[in-house]
């Protein structure tokens, strides 16, 4: 059974820094793996999607890398702004499966 | 927008009551899944349809839920006499399956559940 993790819980950083968050999987067999923001209250906003054969995807201020050998993805924020501050969660699509395993999310908060 | 949407997004309901939620995925995508998602934890899966038969129930997924997804369109979602552990919020998300698999998930904005 897949199982995602998210290290850390909650991230408090001053506005401008760059920050790493961390995700692991226990298996590695998957089709992709997917970053989403999520607002107090509010549904997922889909950010970076990076399938099996990828090392690593970019959108804007935002780089997420892939490495399956050891089961862990990265999201890179560069330059951080109170805007960023959200619930950052991590999902993986296994093989053999059709759902999506979220971790429990990294809680971001970037003061002004 | 062509994106999915949920109705309603807030319920407020009393214990033992029956509520019901629905989703309209987009428009040309096939398969359709609920996710149930309590604070501070991430999303779970709940059930998925691809058009309009049930494929996957999770063991969350107790006998006083059911879904169910008619002519492989929108989708609703029942919890019957509800209880205070359901309040949650309730995601829906669609696909296109393909043959490879593998296929994105779109979100919708969710359905905040509170059973007082």
């Not at chain 1, 399938?51 to 890179?76: H, I, M, P, V, W």
């Not at chain 2, 428009?27 to 309009?52: I, M």
């Not at chain 2, 029942?78 to 698999?101: H, K, V, W």
Request: proline share 4%.
């Amino acid at each position: 059974k897949q199982e995602v993790t998210q290290i850390p819980a909650a991230l408090s950083v001053p506005e401008g820094e760059n920050l790493v968050l961390n995700c692991s999987f226990t298996d590695s067999a998957i089709y992709n793996l997917q970053w989403f923001r999520q607002d107090p209250g509010k549904g997922l906003t889909s950010l970076l999607l990076i399938q099996s054969s990828q090392r690593e995807q970019t959108s804007g201020r935002l780089n997420a890398s892939l490495d399956k050998s050891s089961g862990r993805s990265t999201l890179y924020i560069a330059a951080s702004q109170p805007g960023d501050s959200a619930t950052y969660l991590c999902a993986a699509l296994t093989r053999g499966y059709s759902t999506l395993t979220f971790g429990k999310g990294t809680m971001l908060l970037v003061s002004p | 927008d062509t994106g999915v949407s949920q109705d309603p997004r807030h319920k407020i309901t009393k214990r033992g009551q029956n509520v019901t939620f629905r989703c309209d995925p987009i428009s040309e995508h096939n398969r359709l899944y609920w996710y149930r998602q309590t604070l501070g934890q991430g999303p779970e899966f709940l059930t998925y349809f691809q058009n309009e038969a049930q494929l996957e129930k999770s063991r969350l997924l107790s006998d006083r839920f059911s879904a169910e997804r008619p002519k492989g369109s929108f989708s609703t979602l029942e919890i019957q006499r509800t209880e205070q552990g359901d309040s949650a919020m309730y995601l829906c998300a669609s696909s296109l399956a393909g043959l490879a698999g593998g296929e994105t998930q779109y979100f919708g904005p969710g359905t905040r559940l509170l059973v007082l």
